[in-house]
């Protein structure tokens, strides 16, 4: 197996049904769209194909800069986080893991996020007459059960519900419940992996399906802690959210283990840190004693690292993380500019403070404020 093997690449799937036009790739984070039909076959459609063939050659594809980004800097990837929780190999007939989203219903607004995702945004930018589409309704379940159903299942490992927020509703605990009665062996073999915001419980009707599979891993998307957790995920307050979770520790079933996933952008990538604290001293374990890990991303969107500005790229060098930086970064005033005023109309609409809570992040940027 050569050193770049990616078990995504060759046992995942991203299956996105939320729009009139589904589409499929190996990995949530890549962006190059492959669309589909609901009752197509498409484990085995030609660009997936042609991607498992220049890993095979042990080559970056460059739709991979995410994990090649953040391994050249010396931290993990999503890449390497797969490659020890995945059994795959080439070759295989069907998906270890499954990434799904077809429900965007979501209670929070995130910086980093925006309508395509999250109901809750879509209703803020309609109070603020700045949406004039309806707002969206999900796709029915049964759509979503023909879609899976054209996929081989028997090495199924791993289900990721993307949201949205996942815990709202009942319909992705559906389709949770049919997976458990199709996969294989699902009690031994089937994790199913909710993406969450922390803000919802689990109600206690549900903690059947949780028993019928292996494990259920909650996939808490944390970007910052107190006032910054506040700011990037609008309009959540950081000890709600924080004695959210620690009620879920104590009452879901035992075969319950936590995730922490976190967005790196512009805001908060000279923070980072701060998670990894949080985690170490309040959050560390489940009431069963397994290890609460912390992953992370770099954000798509305005707020992504394409938008250093040069004093934050230096700061990020002279810290000895510079590989966050792409190769081929250059500064785009105008594209920096159009971000700086995103950042400041929605201080103003959420009476929030960029200065005053990320002041080191903001210097970089106050002479691109017209």
């Not at 995130?110 to 004039?132: A, D, I, N």
């Not at 990894?276 to 374990?285: K, L, P």
């Amino acid at each position: 197996m050569n050193s770049n093997y990616c078990g995504m690449i060759h046992g995942g799937l991203n299956l996105v049904l939320k729009d009139a036009e589904p589409w499929i790739q190996s990995c949530c984070l890549r962006t190059d769209y492959v669309p589909i039909e609901i009752d197509q076959k498409f484990w085995q459609l030609q660009p997936l194909q042609q991607l498992r063939l220049t890993n095979q050659m042990n080559q970056w594809d460059p739709g991979c800069f995410n994990c090649e980004s953040l391994e050249n800097s010396g931290m993990q990837s999503f890449r390497q986080g797969m490659n020890q929780g995945l059994k795959t190999k080439p070759g295989m007939s069907g998906p270890a893991r499954i990434d799904l989203m077809f429900d965007i219903s979501c209670n929070l607004a995130c910086r980093t996020c925006g309508p395509e995702h999250s109901t809750y945004w879509q209703r803020h930018l309609k109070s603020l007459g700045q949406w004039h589409k309806a707002i969206f309704t999900p796709r029915k379940k049964d759509q979503v059960i023909k879609a899976l159903s054209q996929i081989n299942l028997d090495n199924l490992q791993q289900v990721v519900f993307c949201g949205g927020e996942t815990l709202l509703g009942q319909e992705y605990w559906d389709v949770a419940q049919w997976l458990a009665q199709q996969v294989p062996n699902a009690k031994q073999q089937l994790t199913l992996c909710f993406q969450t915001n922390g803000t919802q419980p689990i109600l206690e009707h549900n903690h059947e399906v949780i028993k019928s599979v292996h494990l259920v891993k909650l996939h808490v998307s944390i970007d910052s802690t107190d006032q910054q957790f506040e700011y990037l995920r609008w309009p959540a307050t950081w000890q709600d959210t924080t004695a959210n979770l620690q009620a879920l520790r104590q009452t879901v079933p035992s075969n319950v283990m936590f995730l922490i996933e976190q967005t790196v952008s512009v805001f908060n990538v000279l923070d980072l840190g701060r998670v990894d604290q949080w985690v170490q001293s309040d959050f560390a374990m489940n009431r069963e004693g397994d290890a609460v890990e912390v992953t992370r991303h770099l954000a798509n969107g305005i707020f992504g690292l394409q938008n250093l500005s040069e004093g934050l790229r230096d700061t990020l060098v002279n810290r000895g993380l510079g590989n966050f930086v792409h190769p081929d970064w250059q500064q785009h005033d105008r594209d920096i500019q159009r971000m700086c005023a995103e950042i400041l109309r929605f201080d103003h609409y959420r009476q929030q403070n960029i200065a005053d809570t990320f002041p080191e992040m903001w210097q970089h940027y106050s002479r691109f404020i017209n």
